[in-house]
T-cell receptor, first 112, second 113 residues
Framework: AAGVIQSPRHLIKEKRETATLKCYPI?????VYWYQQGPGQDPQFLIS???????DKGSIPDRFSAQQFSDYHSELNMSSLELGDSALYFC???????????FGPGTRLLVL | GENVEQHPSTLSVQEGDSAVIKCTYS??????FPWYKQELGKGPQLIID?????GEKKDQRIAVTLNKTAKHFSLHITETQPEDSAVYFC????????????FGQGTILTVHP
């Protein structure tokens, strides 16, 4: 079965640079959630989109923005990167069963 | 908002033993409780879930129980195998935090051969 696709899988950036993470949902899934997971931590919700509109917002820094496109893929844009932004970034998607979220493999971001 | 507490933080068992991980939640309006297994370098994988109108659910060696009155739910793994070794997260969904999962802190399960 098709799964959630995230790209890139690994990303190394310098401080103050920008990064763009991409998420491609499971086919027919229209909702995307972004989570940040620090080392040894549980995933923390950042932001979500339903039918291309922002549906909920969590602990997302103002330096980050995200959007969902007409094909339902989503991009997380991160600017003015800080060392503390180094983490695993997951997107999760769901469709008809609104509460069941399926996670992608994640993007490991390292800020030097 | 919702707050989920998970215990223990680490759990070590011998192959064939049972493992139990417990979680409590704070928002009585939460109505969906999934469990995820996360292996090193991978995304969380949904292994079982339970809705608030059900007290217990079982899938082969894995079972989850829910006590709505006490606001706690547990994961039970029987006949553990080394490949069960991973980090397990409980989560809660619904209520005032509708639209997002609130995770517990995670349990590192190690199954020794």
């Amino acid at each position: 079965a098709a799964g959630v696709i995230q790209s890139p899988r690994h990303l190394i950036k310098e401080k103050r640079e920008t990064a763009t993470l991409k998420c491609y949902p499971i086919p027919r899934h229209d909702t995307v959630y972004w989570y940040q997971q620090g080392p040894g931590q549980d995933p923390q919700f950042l932001i979500s989109f339903y039918e291309k509109m922002q549906s909920d917002k969590g602990s997302i820094p103002d330096r980050f923005s995200a959007q969902q496109f007409s094909d339902y893929h989503s991009e997380l844009n991160m600017s003015s990167l800080e060392l503390g932004d180094s983490a695993l970034y997951f997107c999760a998607t769901n469709g008809v069963r609104r509460e069941t979220q399926y996670f992608g493999p994640g993007t490991r971001l390292l800020v030097l | 908002g919702e707050n989920v507490e998970q215990h223990p933080s680490t759990l070590s068992v011998q192959e064939g033993d049972s493992a139990v991980i417990k979680c409590t939640y704070s928002d009585s309006a939460s109505n969906y409780f999934p469990w995820y297994k996360q292996e090193l370098g991978k995304g969380p994988q949904l292994i079982i879930d339970i809705r608030s109108n059900v007290g217990e659910k079982k899938d082969q060696r894995i079972a989850v129980t829910l006590n709505k009155t006490a606001k706690h739910f547990s994961l039970h793994i029987t006949e553990t195998q080394p490949e069960d070794s991973a980090v397990y997260f409980c989560a809660a969904f619904g209520g005032t935090s509708y639209g997002k999962l609130t995770f517990g802190q995670g349990t590192i399960l190690t199954v020794h051969p």
